[in-house]
């Protein structure tokens, strides 16, 4: 409990002292005291950290310790637990370090919005590191593992020296300029491990501005874990090591192979379905499929069918046409006019006909008298013969009646034989 709420309440401090009782351990772990003029404190830095010194400890030398506080439970001992050293005087750009990080965090130069997104599937990568570098040699030797057929561009520049910071400068504006005619689309910026004044280049403000400008997004994979640069805040990604940078530059492709080994089998099973599939449909298929000389035995065997049905069809019909023809050829037969069996009855009809005839021209003579003897009588001439006489006005109207007729009127009055006329001298009353 005393270790846990040492370790919770203290954070990783900076901690300045001189060295004194160094001990290596044959296991690689290094343990000595941190004293100054008014305290001491218990040490341990355990191998993987001692490994990681640019220099070698000694005693009487003035550091500071990067340490994390806590309690060595077997003695009882409070120790602080050091996960990085370097000599004293390093304080003062670790000052400058923070001036630099405030002012270019106030200005918005770190602002995570500002970050561009890094492309999953990169065309090509450009680096910027020294050719010499054993950072060089872990990319290339990550991105060979992991995404073999990705191009590289290098942008050569040293990572440490008097200069060395103008020269990345020049080198990452350089990446920008050349990016579409290189095809870049990434930049990765690496360095391997190395004391505070080793990264130092890194820590330049031109630096950080210059990769802030850079039309490419940045990966950062600087010094070791522990190891933090001005342009691992400025750059658009930060990965602890220059193997992490390729491991994040290629993480798309890396992945994408894995979820291609992945549907390597479903995509198998896919294709086996599919083809036996399309193996069943074939064989319904070649099942339809008939050779063609069999189809034209069978369509000639239809045909052949087809033929005999007419021609059954066609008898029938003849047959039928030929018993209506019979049918006819009695009928007409029957009706064969015979004119010797019929002499005795058109004698008959004759001698009938001739005395219906006189009879009728006897009858019609008789009524013919009768109706010319009463048209005889009552015709005007025979009135007129038993002295009757017809009157008529200067009009030719026969007068019927004396009314109305004038005296000295002009009067023709018609005869048997001949007429008079006459003019009205008076009127008599019936």
Not at 254 to 283: K, M, S, W
Not at 332 to 345: D, G, Y
Request: positive net charge.
């Amino acid at each position: 409990m005393a270790r846990e709420a040492l370790e919770a309440a203290l954070p990783l401090l900076w901690v300045g002292g001189e060295i004194s009782n160094l001990t290596r351990a044959a296991s690689g772990h290094v343990y000595f005291t941190l004293k100054d003029a008014n305290a001491q404190v218990r040490c341990a830095m355990w191998r993987n950290r001692a490994q990681l010194l640019a220099f070698r400890p000694e005693n009487g030398m003035r550091v500071e310790a990067r340490a994390l506080v806590t309690l060595y439970e077997a003695r009882g001992d409070y120790q602080l637990n050091i996960e990085a050293l370097r000599p004293a005087g390093i304080g003062d750009l670790f000052e400058a370090f923070n001036r630099l990080k405030a002012k270019l965090a106030a200005e918005g130069l770190f602002d995570p919005a500002r970050r561009r997104p890094i492309p999953r599937f990169p065309r090509a990568l450009g680096i910027v590191t020294s050719p010499q570098a054993a950072a060089l040699r872990d990319v290339l030797v990550t991105l060979r593992r992991r995404a073999p057929h990705l191009p590289v561009v290098l942008y050569p520049a040293p990572v440490q020296g008097a200069d060395a910071a103008a020269r990345l400068v020049a080198a990452v504006e350089t990446a920008g300029r050349r990016a579409a005619e290189d095809g870049v689309d990434l930049l990765l910026l690496v360095r391997g491990g190395g004391s505070l004044e080793d990264l130092w280049s890194f820590n330049d403000e031109a630096l950080a501005r210059a990769l802030r400008a850079c039309p490419l997004p940045v990966v950062s994979g600087v010094g070791h874990e522990t190891d933090f640069t001005i342009a691992d805040f400025a750059a658009d990604l930060r990965a602890p090591t220059p193997t992490g940078a390729a491991e994040l530059a290629s993480a798309g492709w890396h992945a994408a192979h894995g979820e291609v080994q992945a549907l390597q089998p479903r995509l198998q099973r896919a294709l086996g379905r599919r083809l036996e599939g399309l193996v069943q449909r074939l064989d319904r298929a070649s099942l339809r499929l008939v050779h063609p000389r069999e189809r034209l035995h069978r369509e000639h065997a239809t045909i052949e069918r087809q033929r005999e049905r007419l021609q059954r069809a066609l008898e029938r019909r003849l047959e039928r046409a030929a018993g209506r023809c019979d049918q006819a050829r009695l009928r007409l037969a029957a009706a064969v006019p015979k004119p010797h069996l019929q002499l005795p009855r058109l004698d008959m009809l004759a001698h009938r006909l001739h005395r219906a005839g006189a009879a009728l021209l006897a009858h019609r003579h008789t009524r013919l008298q009768t109706l010319a003897a009463h048209l005889a009588h009552l015709a005007p001439d025979a009135v007129l013969a038993r002295g009757y006489a017809i009157a008529r006005d200067a009009d030719g109207k026969v007068l019927r009646s004396a009314v109305g007729v004038e005296a000295g009127a002009a009067v023709s009055v018609q005869l048997a034989e001949g007429h008079l006329d006459t003019r009205v001298v008076g009127h008599g009353t019936g």
